[in-house]
């Protein structure tokens, strides 16, 4: 039987022992990761509707570190002085809500001033850690939070707070699937059937992703 949708001049027994090698050695490669994404796409595929619960984060632990003689102005600046103290990889993210402030809150009965206060959060691959600090102060405090092992499996699937090194794995993996795609596609078109079989499974799983797809357009 021959091989659908490959030229007739690479119609060779030397070819299909390649596609067989590729596909074999893009499978080991990816293997144990393979489960990994595979696991916790189904985490993150149920993470609104239909939700798994993966737990919410626990506080660890808080502390106030010193600024000394540094300045910060704003949340950007916030961000910077707490990655390079506290020596970590991920990126601060700015919290959504604008900082307390400029406007008069009532304490004792009486109309105060509020102090701006800048908030930023470090995803980390195993919790996260939240940095506050009040404008003026002289210090800033650090919250460290823990995760559980589902939603750990979770952020390694996004990379939250990985480095260039992980992205760089996981694109491995994702080419790895898409060699392994392409090439145990070619192979089944040689080794088995019957086609009017796969064709209908194939026209099945395009006509279900396009009827679930197509309402939320």
Do not use: C
Not at 8 to 30: D, I, M, N, S, Y
Not at 31 to 42: N, W, Y
Not at 140 to 147: C, S
Not at 195 to 203: H, K, P, Q, S, Y
């Amino acid at each position: 039987m021959r091989l659908l949708f490959v030229p007739a001049r690479l119609q060779r027994v030397r070819f299909l022992v390649w596609l067989k090698r590729v596909h074999a050695w893009t499978g080991l490669w990816g293997a144990a990761l393979f489960m990994l994404l595979g696991f916790s796409g189904f985490l993150l595929n149920h993470r609104t509707v239909m939700k798994i619960d993966t737990g919410e984060p626990v506080e660890l632990s808080q502390a106030a570190l010193p600024l000394g003689a540094a300045k910060i102005q704003d949340e950007k600046a916030l961000g910077q002085w707490v990655k390079r103290e506290l020596e970590l990889t991920a990126d601060p993210r700015a919290v959504t809500e604008p900082p307390s402030g400029g406007s008069p809150g009532k304490f004792l009965g009486k109309d105060r001033p509020l102090v701006p206060i800048w908030r930023v959060v470090f995803n980390l691959p195993n919790g996260r850690l939240t940095a506050e600090y009040p404008m003026g102060g002289t210090a800033v405090t650090v919250k460290r939070d823990t995760i559980g092992l589902l939603a750990v499996v979770k952020n390694l699937h996004k990379g939250t707070g990985l480095g260039v090194a992980w992205i760089l794995l996981i694109d491995s993996i994702a080419g790895a699937l898409v060699a392994m795609a392409i090439t145990g596609f070619l192979l089944w078109s040689r080794l088995h059937g019957p086609r009017l079989l796969a064709g209908g499974l194939a026209t099945g799983a395009l006509a279900w992703s396009a009827a679930a797809a197509w309402p939320h357009f």
